[in-house]
């Protein structure tokens, strides 16, 4: 058989004209060079030694054999050197969107590829998925996840789940505005200032809110409402409903999209990006 190990125990006894030397060499046994030796004759149906015996040099076929046992061996070797020099490039991952859709998707899933690849790193990216968008068009983003936004050029996308979204109150609040309806309009709305989506379509085309105050994620959206008596703007899959009442629902079902380029740059990218879809599609 034309296997690296046949190869290489041939070509050590050759250079050392001896079956003894080359098992010393190798660390193998010397039968277990013979029998390197003797599939390999069985694998090219020729001798490689004349009469047989390593002392009257080769044959023919054998010279042609030894030189091919040294390329095939140099060539394995540089390539193992080049496998290992880009193993050991660090490869860099940036992956963005609004900082919730990270945290839910993404922590655990590089958490636990990382672990068995400490050679890729990753920056995660906050951001509105405008922002995303446009990051990902100026090659400063390898991976988006956007809410309820069409795929640019270049890339494609997997829907990741869909959400709605909703205006909440406090299951307090909600009791005072039963018995005080107008109140309803006099209390200041939370909305994260990323989440661009709230804009399009609540804000944009109407005035229902005069009161509105911008606060840094959706958590404090959460906390605000769940304490103070005011109103939130969330998608709804982001709060637990038994702590709040939703009040109306905006656009119903948007897709939640990841998006990744059609084409990768890099190996080492497209590998993370094959698991991560794996590990989606389990859950």
């Not at 084409?263 to 599609?281: G, M, R």
Request: charged share 25%.
């Amino acid at each position: 058989m034309l296997t690296f190990k046949n190869l290489r125990s041939f070509k050590y006894a050759v250079e050392f004209s001896s079956f003894k030397k080359a098992a010393k060499k190798l660390a193998y046994s010397q039968s277990t060079i013979s029998k390197h030796i003797t599939e390999l004759e069985q694998s090219l149906e020729a001798d490689l030694f004349i009469d047989g015996h390593i002392q009257n040099g080769l044959t023919k076929i054998g010279e042609l054999t030894y030189n091919f046992a040294c390329q095939t061996l140099l060539d394995y070797a540089h390539f193992k050197d080049n496998v290992s020099s880009l193993i050991k490039t660090q490869t860099t991952i940036k992956i963005g969107g609004l900082e919730r859709y990270l945290a839910d998707i993404m922590i655990d899933n590089i958490v636990h590829y990382q672990n068995n690849h400490p050679h890729v790193t990753f920056d995660l990216i906050h951001g509105t998925s405008d922002e995303t968008l446009e990051r990902l068009r100026l090659g400063q983003l390898d991976i988006g996840i956007v809410a309820d936004r069409i795929v640019p050029a270049g890339f494609a996308s997997i829907t990741l789940k869909r959400e709605s979204l909703v205006s909440i109150i406090s299951l307090n609040t909600y009791e005072k505005i039963k018995q005080r309806p107008n109140l309803i309009y006099k209390l200041p709305i939370l909305i994260d200032r990323k989440a661009s989506i709230i804009f399009e379509y609540v804000l944009k085309e109407t005035n229902e809110f005069l009161n509105i105050i911008h606060v840094e994620g959706d958590s404090i959206v959460l906390a605000g409402v769940k304490k103070e008596q005011c109103l939130g703007i969330v998608s709804d899959g982001c709060f637990d409903e038994n702590d709040f009442k939703i009040l109306k629902t905006y656009n119903d079902s948007a897709p939640i999209r990841l998006i990744y380029p059609e084409k990768w740059s890099e190996s080492q990218k497209q590998f993370f990006f094959k698991f991560l879809i794996q590990a989606i599609q389990k859950k």
